[in-house]
């Protein structure tokens, strides 16, 4: 098995961010893999677990294969845990952050790193979930729209206006930061809501290249499916608390752990509010463990004047290493 994670006191206001899907991109991780062996055995231990080859998927693609829902859940995952090993070979240990949190699926790395879920059984879960997302898409096809400037309260009444009007679904999906929301849901509810959020004055509505209803009630069939799942796994308490996605509070239990993985297949995304508890807590360093730069983007919209670093590359865990090196 791959090295355990390892915290230290840290007096640091610190809060470790993990990417949800989308962040995803070929050759995320390989020159982790090849600076830090700790990295490239964590990636190793997913390849077993799974069965195949995540690793080279990660490393050389094919694109459309890391994009598929199904491995590209997994392989995110597999990717923040190596970004967060490393870290640990160069500084001896981790300092220990105030909150943990992860975007959708980065929910998962989060409570992994927390010490919550055993990455074998992490990885095994979001593999599972990745499966039961694409049924539920198949069986039940959607829409998902980025709204720009817009209130989350104007665009949630929209919503909640279409569906009556329409009989369909759409609720909002994401929160992500003030001005971007992403809403989801059937043709119809989707359709109305569009068309009227344009009218009630967004500066874009742009539909997303999915056809999976992320995050609303097309979601259900795999939510249920998943808890079962959930429910088998064993679940501890963090090291340090979990903010959840639908509540944008801390978990600190491994009730309110499985009671939040099942909620968020089907709920929303809270993450500006989750964001807002951190700052409101005093944190003012938030840290983006695995591919991307996107939840680095947000938060600089939500806390413009708060520190925020990408941990992706040797690059991203010198600089790590260099500000919480003892």
Same mark, same amino acid.
């Given at each position: 098995m791959a090295e355990p994670f390892v915290y230290r006191d840290n007096q640091t206001p610190l809060a470790l961010l993990f990417p949800g899907q989308g962040s995803q991109e070929v050759g995320m991780a390989k020159e982790l893999a090849e600076q830090f062996p700790a990295a490239k055995a964590m990636l190793e231990e997913a390849d077993d677990v799974l069965g195949f080859s995540l690793s080279s998927l990660c490393f050389d693609g094919p694109e459309e294969l890391l994009t598929d829902t199904v491995n590209a859940q997994p392989a995110l995952l597999a990717v923040s845990a190596a970004a967060?090993?490393?870290? !640990?070979?160069?500084? #001896?240990?981790? *300092?220990? *952050?105030?909150?943990?949190?992860?975007?959708?699926?980065?929910?998962?790395?989060?409570?992994?790193?927390?010490?919550?879920?055993?990455?074998?059984? #992490?990885? =095994?879960?979001? =593999?599972?979930?990745? =499966?039961l997302m694409?049924? /539920?898409? !198949? =069986?039940? *096809?959607?829409?998902?729209?980025?709204?720009?400037?817009?209130?989350?309260?104007?665009?949630?009444?929209?919503?909640?206006? /279409? !569906?009556?009007?329409?009989?369909?679904?759409?609720?909002?999906? +994401?929160? +992500?930061? *003030?001005?971007?929301?992403?809403?989801? #849901?059937?043709?119809?509810?989707?359709?109305r809501a569009m068309a009227d959020l344009e009218a009630a004055g967004a500066r874009k509505v742009v539909a997303l290249a999915v056809s999976i209803a992320a995050h609303s009630p097309l979601m259900a069939p795999a939510a249920a499916e998943l808890k079962a799942a959930i429910d088998a796994t064993p679940v501890h308490p963090p090291i340090a608390p979990v903010i959840g996605n639908t509540t944008a509070l801390p978990l600190t239990s491994a009730d309110a752990i499985r009671a939040e993985l099942v909620a968020q297949l089907t709920g929303s995304v809270r993450w500006t509010a989750s964001m807002q508890h951190a700052v409101d807590a005093g944190v003012e360093t938030f840290v983006e463990v695995g591919p991307g730069e996107v939840l680095a983007g947000l938060m600089k919209r939500i806390a413009r004047k708060s520190e925020r670093m990408s941990v992706a590359d040797p690059a991203g865990v010198e600089a790590f290493a260099t500000r919480f090196r003892l």
């Open positions: 967060l090993v490393a870290l !640990q070979s160069e500084l #001896g240990s981790l *300092p220990t *952050p105030t909150f943990f949190a992860g975007h959708s699926m980065g929910e998962y790395s989060a409570l992994v790193a927390a010490g919550c879920i055993a990455y074998a059984d #992490g990885l =095994r879960l979001v =593999r599972e979930r990745g =499966r694409k049924e /539920a898409g !198949q =069986r039940s *096809p959607g829409l998902m729209a980025a709204i720009l400037a817009l209130d989350e309260a104007v665009v949630a009444q929209v919503c909640a206006d /279409a !569906q009556t009007a329409t009989g369909g679904i759409v609720q909002v999906a +994401n929160d +992500n930061c *003030p001005g971007q929301i992403v809403i989801s #849901g059937d043709r119809a509810g989707m359709e």
